[in-house]
């Protein structure tokens, strides 16, 4: 049975008309002030989204407002320099998300006139605008009904309309966007989406649902089943792999501090931080030998200032902070460079390092 097929059996015997009515009177009536819906402009709406993945509103909210002070329009995000934007991003992590955005909205400039397009293949060809952007932006800025499916609404489904499909797998989300294309409201989809947003982050949420304040409730196959609470069906993720690296805290003579740029490809590109070295392998000694061959500096180990563990989805960053001292040598690496404490501020730096700044005064 393909996606259509199936879709028009699980909404068999559903009120959709009724459904949308009451999730859109509630989203109206409800919904939290946000700065992001203060209007539908469409290049406010695809930072906003952008920047809600994989990270809370509360979090987002600081960050949205500084960056649209910096960069209000199309326009000043594309001529912007790379490292400006990645500071402005600075502590939100998955820092990819930035400079896709920029690179996207510099195609934008070139190509549309600074006109965020509304046609689907060309808003979904921009980079880093997935199938769940493109139709976030299209219905919210655009009133277009297109289905904006995270986890948040296929949760939110699931439960409604009883489906036992595992969220995590990548073909699910195709199920998911059948069904929202069966019951989005063509007269006000941006409501309706971002209702359903609401109704995922307010009521509907991951492992206790606020079953009785929810305004849909009387549309709940899973609530009327008694089995809200064991849906969504979601596989366990992979174990992180664990990684121990030692960072570098180092001066120079003159109070300066050593640091260097990340590859401008893989995790963290381009950002800046304190010199790491893989621990894995390597003992006290190897490490020290490493560090020499890597940035010509022969260094005495001082004292160990804390361990800072970083979790990302896919691994886990464990770091022992040491200081060090140079007992010779020239510094030798093309993307390193010494820095006055008072200029770190000037740099783009990952959580993980933000947390070793405060050891550069000791």
């Known amino acids: 049975m393909n996606n259509q097929d199936r879709t028009k059996q699980i909404l068999n015997d559903f009120d959709i008309q009724a ?4 999730l859109i009177r509630w989203f109206k009536d409800e ?4 700065p992001w819906r203060e209007n539908q402009d469409p290049y406010r709406v695809w930072v906003s989204e952008i920047m809600l993945q994989q990270t809370k509103v509360d979090t987002v909210i600081p960050y949205f407002n500084h960056f649209m002070e910096k960069f209000p329009d199309p326009e000043s995000l594309a001529t912007a320099d790379e490292q400006e934007v990645l500071k402005a991003w600075e502590g939100l992590g998955y820092y990819s998300r930035a400079r896709n955005l920029q690179t996207a909205v510099r195609e934008v400039v070139e190509e549309y006139g600074g006109v965020v397009p509304h ?6 060809d921009l980079k880093g605008v997935g199938p769940y952007t493109k139709g976030a932006i299209l219905s919210i800025a655009y009133d277009t009904p297109e289905p ?3 986890g948040n609404v296929m949760r939110v489904l699931s439960r409604i309309l009883h489906v036992e499909d595992d969220i995590a797998k990548p073909k699910t989300r195709k199920v998911f966007e059948e069904l929202v294309r069966g019951v989005i409201s063509t007269e006000d989809p941006s409501s309706f989406n971002q209702g359903m947003m609401e109704l995922g982050a307010l009521v509907c949420t991951p492992k206790t649902p606020s079953c009785m304040l929810c305004p849909v409730q009387e549309h709940c196959r899973a609530f009327n089943e008694g089995i809200e609470t064991t849906l969504p069906v979601k596989s366990s993720k ?3 792999k664990k990684i121990p690296y030692k960072i570098v805290i180092i001066e120079n003579n003159r109070g300066e501090v050593l640091i260097e740029q990340r590859p401008n490809e893989g995790l963290l590109a381009s950002l800046w931080q304190y010199p790491m070295i893989p621990m894995k392998d390597l003992g006290q000694e190897s490490a020290k030998i490493w ?5 010509g500096l022969e260094v005495e180990w001082g004292q160990k200032l804390e361990n800072i563990k970083h979790v990302f989805s896919h691994l886990i960053w464990e770091m022992e902070v040491v200081k060090a001292h140079i007992i010779n040598g020239e510094l030798d ?3 390193a460079r010494f820095v006055s404490k008072e200029e770190l501020n000037d740099y783009p730096f990952p959580v993980s390092h933000q947390k070793a700044h405060k050891h550069t005064s000791l």
């Open 19 to 22: 459904f949308q009515q009451d």
């Open 31 to 34: 919904q939290r002030i946000l």
């Open 119 to 124: 046609d689907p293949k060309e808003l979904g």
């Open 148 to 150: 904006a499916v995270d």
């Open 238 to 240: 992979k174990k992180q």
């Open 291 to 295: 560090f020499e061959d890597q940035y």
């Open 333 to 335: 690496h093309e993307r």
